[in-house]
């Protein structure tokens, strides 16, 4: 048997390493002559010789379990192979590829004791009890929670209507780095001379936890053409930093190049779009985790991706190893 043996979800069988169960199930992707490659839960594709065969102990599922469990590798597999695609073309041209292992590197490098690193703790979560920084991102997240409650936001309502619910999420933007003053635009323009009920309504949806991209659709039409990614991902980010990340698209679009490479991000803003980054950064999340660095929430994992790709933080890596 050789070449791609996958023909569909159903009767492909089930795999688990019997040394290695943390790399979670398996498929068999590809077999040649005396090697075989799986791909793993994990996200990982691993080459096997033929004396290890063993060692792949088949599992048995529902057929229900293994439809879904089949699917997922699967996806996974098409990222593999097209990361493969993505290295042998850098090769090709001379460059190097970073990838998850290297990030992780990299980001070990700055911050050895990694995201409960004292120096990441002064650099970007801060100490509520010392003075607080645009940097900070635990007084940030406390103070547009506590600004934005739906008790504070029908408070405002009754005093203010829809301007005063906007000019609240402005003046907390207004307090952190994740946002840049050009990025408040849009809003401002609202505040301003514009209707603000479609872009209240819209930014209290998201902020109440309203489907994704039927709330963000409405958010990014309700700011208009010169939305920003950071304007309209920010607010829910700070608001609900367990499930959603401040997108800065030009590190992100870096980052999906090897975790997530068939992502497309521009600089134009899309709802779409944006619940398929947020699939990206779970698969992170648990990337991360798998290598025993495990975040806080999305936005240590916003920063995370911004440290680990930034050019000086590679070059100080590659300087050091």
């Known amino acids: 048997m050789s070449g791609d043996v996958l023909t569909g979800l159903d009767g ?6 019997s040394r290695r169960e943390q790399w979670g199930l398996a498929i068999l992707a590809l077999e040649e002559g005396d090697r075989r490659r799986y791909q793993f839960e994990d996200g990982r594709m691993r080459t096997f010789k033929k004396g290890y065969w063993h060692l792949l102990v088949e599992v048995q599922k529902t057929a229900e379990e293994t439809r879904t469990i089949v699917g997922d590798l699967i996806s996974k597999l098409d990222v593999s192979q097209a990361r493969r695609e993505l290295v042998a073309e850098a090769r ?16 070990r490098h700055l911050y050895p004791g990694g995201f409960t690193d004292e120096q990441w703790a002064s650099n ?3 100490d509520l009890e010392g003075r607080r920084l645009k940097r900070h991102r635990e007084a940030a997240i406390i103070a547009f929670q506590a600004g934005l409650t739906v008790e504070e936001r029908a408070e405002l309502r009754s005093q203010g209507g829809s301007l005063a619910v906007l000019q609240r999420v402005h003046d907390l933007l207004k307090s952190t780095d994740l946002i840049r003053r050009q990025d408040l635009e849009a809003l401002v323009a609202i505040i301003d001379d514009g209707d603000p009920d479609p872009a209240a309504t ?13 709330s963000y659709a409405a958010w990014i039409e309700a700011l208009g053409p010169t939305a ?4 309209v991902t920010v607010p829910a980010a700070l608001a609900m930093p367990n499930t959603h990340i401040p997108v800065k698209p030009s590190t992100f679009k870096a980052q999906a190049k090897w975790l997530a490479p068939r992502l497309e991000i521009s600089s134009e803003v899309k709802a779409s779009v944006y619940v398929e980054i947020l699939g990206m950064i779970a698969n992170l999340r648990e990337g991360l985790t798998a290598r025993e660095l495990t975040p806080r929430d999305f936005i240590d994992i916003h920063d995370f ?3 680990s790709l930034r050019p000086s933080s590679i070059k100080a890596w590659r300087g050091g190893h």
């Open 12 to 17: 492909v069988p089930l795999f688990r390493h």
């Open 92 to 107: 090709s041209a001379g460059k190097d590829v970073i990838t998850l292992d290297d990030q992780v590197a990299i980001f």
């Open 124 to 126: 970007f979560r801060g």
């Open 202 to 214: 819209a930014i209290e949806q998201i902020l109440d936890g309203a489907d994704h991209l039927a």
């Open 228 to 231: 920003t990614w950071a304007l």
């Open 305 to 307: 991706v911004v440290q």
